[in-house]
């Protein structure tokens, strides 16, 4: 089906992978796994054109699908054989429609109408999606879209199906709906080829394990001996566990007077997109503690922390930050945020430049220090863009750092995470807490809020939108 020999991806004069040989059988399942920045996307991106139309990589070997060489086609041509499914489902999307986006593919290839509503009929009949059918795009919640996502690249027809890190945003879930769509993709005799840090939810799905470490193919396990893996083993080649994790912190105990907080929500209302509202009251934070915010994808935990931070206007609050009532703006110049999508907040020419863009004083030790706890030093003159995606994660949190604000919150950060680097991120965060900061998670990832956070706030309580 698919034949990668002798693969080599260079970013100008930079080897990302290193002579990669590797067969994909019709109908298989394979997971490429590894620390962030070890080469997966690069190999992605080198199937799908992505890399060399997009991303000015200079691709050396042969990648041939069903004997056919993918790297002299155009990119209008290798999307005709091969799908793909992003990190981020913003990415991914041309309309507005779901339903639109769902046949998008077929009318731009020709597929006449009476031909597209068969498919999506036998689409419904696979998957069962309905309920996204002819909705506004903007207004789906993260798992819907990457659901949309995975949808739209089956019923394009293709038979290999690429993913990069599908479940770096979703909450369990949503994860367990992906499984099952994985499964029937398998049964359909769909080839998938799957960049992941995410194991748990593949133990049952995946037919070959691949470890990349370095752009090279490290190990490679086939999925009884993956199963077989324990989690000290997995930890030890910086993997993530191959079991699912349930969380075991203790919730926000209810506020008291006399518990004299730092930080306190009177009252916190919002209206955000079509009948979901948040309204949360009587909370209370503590400075040195960190709070892990979880909830189901689209029920408000990114909007909580906004209206927290006093950037969204519709929102109303009466807040209290040490015994004073804490406008916007003054809550603002207290706050640090890590962005979910951190392409967002990277500006400058050089990771060294990104850190020092507001705090010009800080010294090269220090943060030669931060770098280097956050494994990110040998970066440090590169460009942030240049950067994988966890990399680019690893460089905001960083920038955040070195701001010092009072009251800090991370969006996702262990988004696209390896352990190593996801522990990592742990340690730094946790070394913050003991200097007089308030510090705030949201995050489905259960393997680092257990190891990280003291308490945990669960925004459903506080929410009425009616998630699917």
């Known amino acids: 089906m698919l034949t990668l020999h002798n693969l080599s991806v260079f970013y100008e004069e930079t080897r990302a992978v290193h002579a990669i040989n590797l067969n994909v059988s019709a109908g298989e399942c394979v997971v ?84 597209m509503q068969e498919r999506l009929q036998e689409l419904l009949s696979l998957f069962p999606i309905a309920h996204l059918l002819n909705r506004n795009i903007f207004e789906l919640s993260g798992g819907e879209k990457q659901i949309l996502c995975l949808a739209s690249s089956y019923i394009a027809g293709c038979k290999l199906i690429l993913l990069d890190e599908p479940t770096s945003n979703l909450d369990h879930t949503y994860i367990e709906i992906l499984a099952n769509m994985l499964r029937r993709l398998k049964e359909q005799g769909i080839t998938l080829l799957i960049a992941e840090h995410r194991l748990y939810y593949l133990r049952e799905i995946l037919d070959r394990l691949i470890h990349i470490e370095k752009g090279e193919i490290k190990h490679c396990y086939t999925q009884s001996e993956f199963i077989r893996l324990s989690t000290d083993e997995l930890h030890a080649l910086g993997l993530r566990s191959n079991v699912d994790e349930a969380l075991s912190l203790p919730e926000l105990p209810p506020y008291t007077i006399e518990n004299c907080p730092t930080l306190r929500i009177d009252n916190l209302k919002l209206s955000f997109e079509k009948q979901c509202n948040l309204h949360v009251s009587n909370l209370a934070f503590h400075t040195n503690y960190i709070y892990g915010i979880v909830g189901k994808n689209g029920c408000g935990k990114s909007s909580f922390i906004k209206s927290l931070i006093g950037v969204m206007k519709q929102s109303k609050e009466t807040v209290f930050y040490r015994d004073k009532q804490c406008n916007k703006r003054k809550r603002i110049s207290l706050s640090s945020l890590v962005m979910q999508d951190v392409n967002s907040q990277l500006f400058s020419e050089s990771v060294e430049h990104e850190l020092t863009l507001t705090q010009k004083n800080i010294s090269e030790v220090s943060l030669d220090s931060i770098l280097e706890q956050l494994n990110i030093r040998e970066f440090k003159n590169v460009h942030p863009m240049s950067l994988s995606g966890g990399q680019k994660q690893r460089v905001a949190i960083a920038t955040s750092i070195v701001d010092g604000a009072a009251l800090m919150y991370f969006d996702e950060p262990t988004s696209g995470m390896d352990y190593k680097n996801m522990l990592a991120i742990s340690h730094c965060i946790q070394s913050l807490k003991s200097q007089k900061r308030i510090i705030f998670i949201v995050s489905h990832d259960v393997e680092f809020l257990n190891i990280t956070c003291d308490y945990i706030l669960n925004i459903e309580r506080f929410s009425t939108r009616q998630l699917q």
């Open 32 to 115: 490429l796994t590894g620390e962030s920045g070890s080469g997966k996307s690069s190999i992605i991106n080198a199937i799908n054109g992505l890399g060399a139309r997009y991303d000015n990589a200079r691709i050396e070997g042969t990648i041939a699908l069903d004997g056919d060489e993918l790297t002299q086609k155009q990119i209008y041509e290798i999307a005709m054989l091969v799908s793909s499914v992003f990190q981020n489902p913003k990415t991914h999307f041309f309309n507005v429609d779901t339903t639109q986006e769902l046949l998008f593919f077929l009318e731009n290839t020709g597929v006449s109408k009476k031909d």
